[in-house]
């Protein structure tokens, strides 16, 4: 057999991390070359505190807090018109995932003259952008899941297609990011133990995702390890900081890993995001197991690696599902994504929508329309062993 030898790996992000380090955000922004910000952050926290410090610390800079979960071109276009409107010359990107994402894709369209889906991440579509005009971010992630602040990238609901659009730049990438765990000590058990699996599956998919990319590899394993010992740290009790650090770090090295590419997981939780406007952790989290049985006999060696990095108490796959399907349990993780609101009457759609998401190809088997029905009808009914013996 040919072993493939090539590949092309971009780690390049700068972090500050350590607790307390958000007072260093007026300098992250003069490194970054950004003197009148246009702080994007999400709906839920414009009042909060840390926000209220932030433009106290910043005195060019402005507030757009119009941004919800599962963000649409709608918040994007909203955050582009407060952009230029203010004669804003970069973003402070502050918040969970969704807040990152729509900072990003602001800064990146603020100079642009196409419209934002001529930037799907398709071929080369990004050569099609002026990079002179893409401003500065600063991101500053307050959940520790997707790992946002380390991408390239940002996932855009098109809400006339309900298609989740992934907009890709290598500028995107912020220019500093900040992990402050202080700042994430007071996010709710439900929110810390989605995000969190969110984040294991970035490293999971990524570890067992076919290609040649041992960076990744060795990134992913580590955030395994990591999201494995203090995760239930964190959700037991969110103020133990030294957990929040290590989530904080591992969450950015889910998406660093997921350069080398992500699965199945992924593939079906975007659809049933767009859909059923399910949390992307959440829907992650139900769906793990189901695409794991499907995929056991091809990520058989890579499981056995992952369960002995762990030192789970059983190894192999066996050992390995079963401490995924007890993590979910005593996180209050649903097994079934019907317990999540979503229903098996669009399953045809998801199939086929998950079919052609990016994420898809990225599967360690190769999946197609129908299994990825099959998976989803199981995932919905929450009967593991449907695809256990399909498998
Ligand atoms: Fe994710």
Redesign the pocket.
């Known amino acids: 057999m040919t072993v493939n030898l090539r590949g092309n790996w971009n780690y390049p992000t700068t972090i500050w991390a350590g607790p307390g380090r958000i007072r260093e955000l007026p300098e992250a922004c003069a490194r970054a070359a950004i003197r009148w910000p246009l702080l994007v952050t999400d709906e839920g926290l414009i009042a909060a505190p840390m926000i209220k410090s932030a433009l106290a610390a910043l005195p060019g800079a402005a507030l757009f807090g119009a941004v919800r979960g599962n963000p649409a071109a709608s918040h994007v276009e909203a955050g582009l018109r407060a952009f230029r409107s203010g004669g804003h010359d970069g973003v402070v990107a502050f918040g969970g ?1 969704s807040a990152l994402d729509v900072g990003k894709v602001v800064a990146f369209m603020s100079g642009q003259t196409r419209p934002l889906w001529d930037f799907e991440d398709i071929g080369d579509w990004w050569t099609r952008a002026d990079i002179a005009g893409i401003a500065p971010v600063v991101a500053v992630p307050t959940t520790a ?2 790992g946002s602040e380390v991408g390239r990238a940002g996932v855009i609901l098109n809400e006339e297609t309900h298609q989740k659009k992934i907009i890709f730049h290598p500028q995107m990438m912020p220019r500093i990011v900040i992990l402050d765990a202080e700042l994430t000590v007071g996010l709710p058990r439900a929110v810390t133990a989605a995000t969190g699996i ?1 984040a294991f ?2 490293c999971f998919e990524a570890f067992c995702a076919p290609g040649f990319h041992p960076l990744a590899d060795g990134v992913a394993l580590e955030g395994m390890r990591l999201i494995h010992r203090y995760l239930p740290r964190a959700c037991a009790n969110g103020q133990d900081i030294e957990a929040r650090a290590q989530m904080l770090a591992a969450a950015s090295m889910g998406a660093t890993a997921f350069q080398k590419g ?1 699965g199945g997981v ?1 593939a079906l ?1 975007h659809p049933v995001g767009s859909w059923f406007n399910t949390h ?2 959440l829907t ?1 989290a139900v769906i793990l197991p189901y695409v794991m049985a499907h995929n056991r006999a091809a990520i058989s060696d890579k499981v056995d690696v992952i369960s002995r990095v762990l030192d789970l108490p059983a190894r192999g796959f066996q050992g390995m599902l079963a401490w995924v399907l007890e993590m979910r349990r005593e996180l209050g993780i649903p097994h079934s994504l019907g317990a999540i609101g979503v229903s098996a009457d669009k399953a045809e759609i998801i199939g086929r929508e998950a079919a052609i998401d990016p994420s898809a190809g990225g599967n360690p088997r190769p999946v197609d329309a129908a299994t990825l029905e099959r998976i989803f009808r199981a995932a919905v009914a929450g009967n593991l062993d449907a695809v256990v013996s399909a498998a």
């Open positions: 995932g899941g997707t969110d599956v970035h992500l992924h939780a992307h952790g992650n």
